[in-house]
């Protein structure tokens, strides 16, 4: 009970984190020692030519997992990326892995959320560690049944409603490219081990970017999958009984190949078996084949969303990916689809339907949130007529109306109002697919984010410049994210016309982090976006654009080195 719960929250963190530092280090010796030359061979391989390498006997998935593990603890001791470490345990796993399943001996990494039989999903709350799960979840059933081994867990932000992944238990993760800089979130322990290359493969969740954000900062490949079409039994969550916007788990990887390998892989597993929200839908290959057969596809860029424009990193990025398609033959034009700013507006607020409630429900005394849900929280509790006199200042004397309306009714909604909230998210739904099939899209081009990586904790003031993603997530459109390009300090400054006064509050908590000269050198990706369900051909979209880039623009994104 508060406030002695402090002290049990002390304690708690204390203890998980001299925990993973035990087992770091009493790891059988194997890891200890220097990548071999056998490692890095193994690291180099995609997925799918490891998988018929073990089936023949060229590789013993122990062999597999020592090399992985090898690198995931380096990139951990660069990144702090590592929540649970589960490689002690995965050694005897590997021992009887299924060799005919279609990952066979493949290590795959996980979101702290996901569940693991003998260890925690602390969801970066002190209150839920020390319950370890005592079976696997649904997931991980699957990823066994397929014969692969999980063998870590990585870092989230507390509430997980954040571009960080902070929090007291374990620590802050930071950005494999420039550690002063925030690797996203919530999935951003995963994108920084795999852009270290810890990981080929791993399982995160998006409920508003939460996986694409994080490949967009960390420089690695993402798919948001339509809801039901991935498994997402067995996780732990920060918003139990959330479905205005759901969250939805989701793979990510090195490589745009290990990607379509692992989504087909899992699909293939009929996970409709295991978890009963997904839709019994085989992979379809055709519709990627159809894809990747057209001479001319429809695409529309949408440049800017009318809330934030993208900053001269992420605007080059796209210019780059439209181009590269078009020279390749494609029907490539600007869009400007119905109202995203409308998006933003009802998304926020059916995420944050119950005034940030459920979020703060397990937190401990002195526990530190995160600064973006902190603002978020505390916006909620404001008193009706002081937010109401917030809002006319803003509106009418900062005259900034998109800034007022958003954070006007932000606050706990009763049942009617989300309702009628529910029923706007619907006739939106509906406007948008009028919209995509009478314009005849295979495709939607755009930004993953505003910007890139941003500083640490500077979610505080741009927790709100979410709209390229969370656009999606309220829409259920499938989305993946590849990256194109790093910033330049040259290239990518701030022409000497820009005036961050002139922008909205939106746009003003984003740019005021954005210093090309300070960012130098980190990814920058873009968003292909299709209509629900349409995972496959995504996924072909993805690998049109990158075929683009390699061919029309220098050459695709070079993954970092594995040191």
Known sequence: MYPFDYFQHQ?????????????????????LSQLSPQDRHVLDKPVEELVQDVRKGLFRPIDILRGYGKAAVAAHHRTNCLTEVMISEAEGWAEGVNVEGPLAGIPVSLKDTVIAGGFDASVGYSSLTGHPHEKDGPMVRILRDAGAIPYVKTAVPITLLSFESTNDVWGRCTNPHNTAYSPGGSTGGEAALIALGGSRIGIGSDVAGSVRVPAHFSGIYALRCS??????????????????????????????GDLTYFTRSIIGMKPWTYDYSVHPLDWREAEARAVMQSERLRIGVMRDDGVVPPSPACARALAAAADALSSAGHDVFDVSPPLPYEGLLLASRLLNADGCATFRSFFRAGETNDPGASALHLFSLLPAPLKYLWYLWTKYVRRDPLWAELLREFRALSAAEQWRLVARREAYRARWHAWWTGAELDFLLTVPNATPALPHDAMKSAVSSCGYTFLFNLLDYTAGVLPVLRVDRALDALPASFRLSALNGVARGAYEHYDATAMHGLPVGVQLVGQRLTEERVLAGMRRVEDGLEEFAGGKYGASQIE
């Open 11 to 31: 304690r708690a963190c204390q203890r998980k984190q001299q925990e993973r530092a035990a087992r770091l280090a009493t790891l059988p010796s194997p890891y």
């Open 227 to 256: 809801i039901g079409r991935w498994p997402k039994a067995g996780i732990a969550t920060s918003m139990p009984g959330q479905e205005g916007v759901p969250s939805v788990y989701s793979p990510m990887a090195r490589t745009l």
